[in-house]
C-alpha cells in the first residue's frame, strides 16, 4: 500500500518559531514511518519557504535519518500555490520558469502563532484544495485573537474572568485614558497580552501603574491589539480537543508550580526546563469536576467551530473553587515538553495514534466541504 504524503510545514514568521521547530521535530520522531512520508517544509523567520533538504538540516542528525532521502536531497526553490491544479509542494525553476509539483494528500502545519495558527495559511490550503490538519480559516482566525474568541465564549454562557482590551494606537494617542479604563475596570494584579499570540510571547504580570506600563510596552511588540485580564489566585487546567463535528476531550492536565517566584508560566517556564514547575497528568481532580471540564472544552471547540485539534485552558480560582475558561489554542504545542500529547498519552493514545486520527480528521474534513457547490 502507498504511504499517505505529508507536508509537515513549521518555523513561519512568528515569535513561536522555535517552538514550531521543535514540534515538528516531535512529529517526525512519533509518526508511524510505516504509513506516512513526510516532506518537511520549514518557513523562514522572513518568511522564505526553504527547500526539504534544507528544511531537514534544522534537525539533528538522529532526526533527518528518519525522513526521505531523496526527498531532503531536493534543493529547488520551493512553494505551496494556491492553484488547486497542483495540490502540492511547487518546485519552482527560476531559470527556465517551469513548474513542477509533488502532490501531497494532506499538510500538518506545525506552525504556532501569526501567519501559522491565525487562519492565514488555512486559506492557502483552501485555495490550493489540499487537505489539512487542524481548525479552519474562521476557527483558526476566531482562536487566535483572544478578544473574538471571548465574545464567542460569552454567547456560549461560558464563565470568564474579567477583561479589558484596546488598540495600540488608542494607547499611543491617550495613555493615561488606558490606564485609567484598566484601573476601574480590572484592577491589580493584571495581566496583559497581545491578543494574537501564544506560548506566553509578550505576556507579562502588572501589579501597579509603573508595571502596567512596562507590560503595555512589551504586548505593543507583538501585536496591535491589546487584551488586559484580571489576576487571580486559581489552579491552572488544560484539556486537549479532537474531533470535527462530534470532537472528544482528553483527561485534564495542570501545571504545579513548585517555586511561587514564578507567578506565571511564561516562555522559559514552558519551554526551557527550569525545573519550576511539572505538569500533571491526569489533574488531581474529583470526577464530577474533570467531567465538566472536558464538557465544557468542547463546548468552547464548538464555539469557534473547531476542527481537527486543540487545547483548552481553564482556571479553577482557589478562593471559591469557581471554573473559568481562559482561552482556546487551536495548534497547541507538539513539543517533548507540551501538554497536548502527555494528556492523549494519559487518556490511552499514544502520539502515533494522535496523528493517524488527525489525518483521518483532516480528509473527512476536506471530503465533507468538498460537498458543498462552489456554482450554481
Not at 482528553?250 to 517555586?259: A, K, M, N, R
Request: one cysteine or more.
Amino acid at each position: 500500500m502507498d504511504k499517505i504524503r505529508v507536508g509537515l510545514i513549521f518555523g513561519g514568521r512568528s515569535g513561536e518559531h522555535e517552538v514550531s521547530v521543535r514540534s515538528a521535530r516531535s512529529v517526525i520522531e512519533q509518526i508511524d514511518r510505516d504509513k506516512y512520508e513526510l516532506i518537511p517544509m520549514a518557513i523562514s523567520g522572513n518568511g522564505r519557504w526553504n527547500s526539504p533538504a534544507d528544511s531537514a538540516r534544522m534537525f539533528p542528525e538522529a532526526t533527518r535519518a528518519l525522513l526521505h532521502e531523496e526527498l531532503t536531497n531536493e534543493n529547488r526553490a520551493v512553494a505551496l500555490i494556491g492553484d488547486p491544479s497542483y495540490q502540492g509542494l511547487t518546485l519552482l525553476d527560476t531559470i527556465e520558469r517551469d513548474l513542477s509539483s509533488q502532490p501531497l494528500d494532506v499538510v500538518f502545519p506545525v506552525l504556532h502563532g501569526t501567519y501559522g495558527e491565525d487562519g492565514t495559511i488555512q486559506g492557502l490550503f483552501e485555495m490550493a484544495g489540499i487537505p489539512y490538519i487542524g481548525c479552519g480559516v474562521l476557527a483558526s482566525s476566531c482562536g487566535m485573537d483572544k478578544v473574538t474568541m471571548k465574545a464567542l465564549f460569552c454567547q456560549c454562557d461560558l464563565p470568564m474572568c474579567k477583561y479589558t482590551w484596546f488598540l495600540r494606537c488608542e494607547y499611543e494617542k491617550h495613555p493615561e485614558r488606558v490606564l485609567e479604563k484598566i484601573k476601574d475596570k480590572i484592577g491589580f494584579p493584571a495581566f496583559v497580552k497581545p491578543a494574537n499570540l501564544g506560548s506566553s510571547v509578550g505576556i507579562s504580570r502588572a501589579t501597579d501603574v509603573n508595571s502596567l506600563r512596562d507590560a503595555i510596552e512589551l504586548a505593543a511588540r507583538y501585536d496591535r491589539k491589546i487584551i488586559v485580564e484580571e489576576g487571580v489566585d486559581a489552579r491552572e487546567i488544560e484539556v486537549a480537543v479532537m474531533g470535527n463535528n462530534s470532537p472528544e476531550a482528553s483527561l485534564p492536565g495542570e501545571y504545579i508550580i513548585h517555586d511561587e517566584s514564578a507567578k506565571f508560566l511564561d516562555y522559559e517556564e514552558k519551554y526551557k526546563s527550569t525545573g519550576h514547575n511539572e505538569f500533571t497528568v491526569p489533574a488531581p481532580l474529583s470526577e464530577d469536576l474533570t467531567e465538566e471540564i472536558r464538557a465544557m472544552a468542547k463546548i468552547a471547540f464548538k464555539a469557534i467551530d473547531g476542527s481537527g485539534l486543540a487545547r483548552v485552558d481553564f482556571f479553577l480560582r482557589r478562593d471559591t473553587n469557581e471554573l473559568l475558561i481562559n482561552e482556546i489554542n487551536t495548534l497547541p504545542g507538539l513539543t517533548e515538553v507540551s501538554g497536548f500529547p502527555q494528556m492523549w498519552a494519559a487518556t490511552g493514545k499514544p502520539f502515533s495514534t494522535v496523528i493517524d486520527e488527525l489525518v483521518t480528521l483532516a480528509i473527512e474534513r476536506h471530503k465533507d466541504k468538498a460537498r458543498n457547490l462552489t456554482s450554481i
